[in-house]
């Protein structure tokens, strides 16, 4: 079955330290994003990609990359990790090529930056 | 500034009755609108959507109603079961801008047997 996952799905690193979360799909999907979920604010968007080598900064962005060098993966790089950065992160796919379309996501990713 | 906000950051309901989490947004932007359901420690999992050409959308016991003129919208779950408790998260898409979602604070609901 078509699946998108995540890994690592918990982490523990320090301030200052590059972290990267891996997201992985097999629906073929064009559409990737990352979330971050925080307490009171819901879902976040950090970055997203409509398709191979196309990236675009969502409403959180600073302090965070992503590249998308193929259909099936979205990784996340967090340059110099911050405590702020503590967070349950997610990582959501979909087909269509506009708006309308409905969003599939990953288990998580609980990250803990001390 | 939330352009989606469910103000009620819990809800709790008797098993067979009727649960009604509110959602209210402010971008008439917004023309189309989802809920999802989130258990803890799983990803959050489409439950139903609805267009703005729509006023509801009913698939089993859940139905979505759209008030466009008050950029509210709401999800009825009838009859609700103890399945039910999770946190549910209201979202919303600008068509014409692609398909990046805003999301709500969420409202967790619990359904005591």
């Known amino acids: 079955d078509a699946e998108i996952t995540q890994s690592p799905r918990h982490k523990i690193t320090e301030t200052g330290r590059q972290v990267t979360l891996a997201c992985h799909q097999t629906?073929?999907?064009?559409?990737m994003f990352w979330y971050r979920q925080d307490l009171g604010h819901g879902l976040r968007l950090i970055h997203y990609s409509y398709g191979v080598q196309d990236t675009n900064k969502g409403e959180v962005s600073d302090g965070y990359s992503v590249s998308r060098s193929n259909t099936e993966d979205l990784p996340l790089t967090l340059e110099s990790a911050a405590s702020s950065q503590t967070s349950v992160y997610f990582c959501a796919s979909s087909f269509q090529a506009g708006g309308g379309s409905t969003q599939y996501f990953g288990p998580g990713t609980r990250l803990t930056v001390l | 500034d939330q352009q989606v906000k469910q103000n009620s950051p819990s809800l709790s309901v008797q098993e067979g009755r009727i649960s009604i989490l509110n959602c209210d947004y402010t971008n008439s932007m917004f023309d189309y609108f989802l809920w999802y359901k989130k258990y803890p420690a799983e990803g959050p999992t489409f439950l139903i959507s609805?267009?703005?050409?729509?006023d509801k959308n009913e698939d089993g016991r859940f139905t979505v109603f759209l008030n466009k003129s008050a950029k509210h919208l709401s999800l009825h779950i009838v009859p609700s079961q103890p399945g039910d408790s999770a946190v549910y998260f209201c979202a919303a898409n600008a068509v014409i801008a692609g398909n990046m979602l805003t999301f709500g604070g969420g409202t967790r609901l619990m359904v005591k047997p």
């Open positions: 629906w073929n999907h064009n559409n």
């Open positions: 609805i267009s703005s050409i729509k």
